[in-house]
């Protein structure tokens, strides 16, 4: 599966368009790691665990879009983009979507 954040493939023609695939996950904070964190808050530096649950949301939400793509038939996600918003005090959902289509 190809994905791109640009409006087409480059070098490939788009010859069939799916719509709309999107995947999301909601994810929670973890208490050890907001401890760590508000360490880090005080000496400063990366929080590592944070970065890393958000390379595991992203990562689970970039697969459920491309698991519906490929339902579709598609071959191609163009105009792949990520949102992310608060759903409860501590959790916030990653939500990745793009447009499928089949390229040759």
């Known amino acids: 599966m ?9 070098g490939k023609e788009i010859i069939e368009h799916f719509g709309l695939v999107q995947g999301s996950t909601i994810r929670a904070k973890h ?3 907001d401890i760590m964190a508000g360490f880090k808050n005080i000496i400063g530096g990366e929080l590592k ?6 390379q595991e949301a992203r990562q ?10 490929a339902q579709l038939g598609a071959n191609a ?6 949102a992310t918003s608060s759903v409860a005090q501590g959790a916030a959902e ?3 979507y793009g447009t499928a289509v089949r390229v040759k």
């Open 31 to 33: 208490i050890g790691k």
């Open 77 to 82: 996600v163009v105009n792949v983009r990520f």
């Open 94 to 96: 990653l939500f990745a």
């Open 49 to 54: 665990g944070y970065t890393e649950l958000l």
């Open 2 to 10: 190809i994905l791109t954040t640009l409006e087409g493939v480059p």
């Open 60 to 69: 689970e939400a970039v697969e459920r879009m491309v698991r519906q793509a």
